[in-house]
């Protein structure tokens, strides 16, 4: 039985758009290209060939779907539910698309929660997705690793979102909740998410584009020109909110106040080494010769020195690309493929979806 696995991140689904309604939190316009590829691989396998569909983190994008009009920083289990049904309620092609791959015996699916999708740790939406894109016993072939942030493969590769790298990102596998005064379970969010949450989101309502920029600060930097009161009230917004929540929230803050230092170093100057930081990662892992992550939406695809490998997977966004390395680079629809020799020897490519030629598509974004 030949084995295929597929690693995809960072699709980003969320509430959906419609024609003449603009939603500037829907950044995930591909529904038909992602149901296109699970078609084609599905019938690449045919009914002998095993496929192992692994969603590596930010797959909905719960961080930007609304709950009575706002968007909640206390994360309950029925909270969570309810951002992902708006998401599945949002792409019915994505669900059907879903639904119909793992209808299938040898077809499995394995979810990482990322920084956007954290709320997927609560047993109330792993239960709603099942029922949603594996009703019955197709359930038990699809599989959430919540215990950490790694799933780990027998020939030396291992899959990582990627937000543990990041200091801001970094979450505590072993104390996922807390319980407020009432005694209700909420998730323990990093800064970053909550940075996000009251900061980036409100930033994205004003300029769309805030989040699909790399690297922000290099764009912030020439937005001081051109777009002088947004960047100000951007950075005030910002350096306000880090003051607030990591220097003067803090017990014993007279101590917390020296090292300050180290806080900006791991915080905020370290911000946009994300490369450096997963290789770094990847050299120290011992037994592990590929690395997969996402995360930081920049797919990459090299060879270290001792012959291992890093990959990222991007993202499926519309992103625009300020570096000079790929400097305007849209490099979306890219993923990961896995497949197995006679021998089980792994090869592992990093590949752009580009699907059948169209006469035309549907554009459902302004900007």
Known sequence: MKLLRLVLSDLHLGTGSRLGEGNVFEDFHHDDALAELLAHYDAEAGPDGEIELIMNGDIFDLLKVKIAGVWPTEITDAIATDKLRQCLDGHPKVVHALREFLAKERRRMVFLPGNHDLDMWFPGPQELLRRMIAPEAAGERVTFITSSDTYYLPEGIQIRHG?????????????????????????????????????????????????????????????????????????????????????????????????????????????????????????????????????????????????????????????????????????????????????????????????????????????
């Open 163 to 367: 937000h543990q790298l990041e200091h801001i990102h970094r979450v505590d596998y072993d104390r996922m909740t807390r319980k407020k005064r009432d005694g209700t379970e909420i998730l323990d969010l990093p800064w970053g998410t909550l940075w996000i949450l009251e900061v980036m989101n409100p930033a994205k309502a004003m300029r769309s584009y805030v989040d699909r920029i790399q690297p922000l600060s290099r764009f912030l930097v020439a937005a001081l020109l051109f777009d002088t009161t947004f960047v100000l009230r951007f950075l005030y917004h910002s350096a306000r909110y880090w003051l607030r929540w990591r220097l003067f929230n803090l017990e014993a803050w007279r101590e917390r106040l020296r090292s300050v230092p180290e806080m900006l170093r791991q915080e905020i100057f370290a911000l946009g080494g994300f490369d450096e930081a997963a290789v770094r990662a990847l050299k120290k892992l011992r037994g592990v010769n590929t690395l997969i992550v996402g995360h930081s939406h920049g797919p990459r695809y090299r060879q270290l020195p001792d012959g291992k490998l890093l990959i990222n997977t991007g993202t499926w966004m519309r992103m625009i690309n300020l570096d000079i390395h790929h400097l305007g680079q849209d490099s979306g629809l890219t993923y990961c493929r896995i497949e197995y020799d006679e021998d089980g020897r792994p090869t592992v490519s990093l590949l752009r979806w580009l699907g059948t030629r169209r006469p035309y598509e549907v554009i459902p974004y302004a900007d």
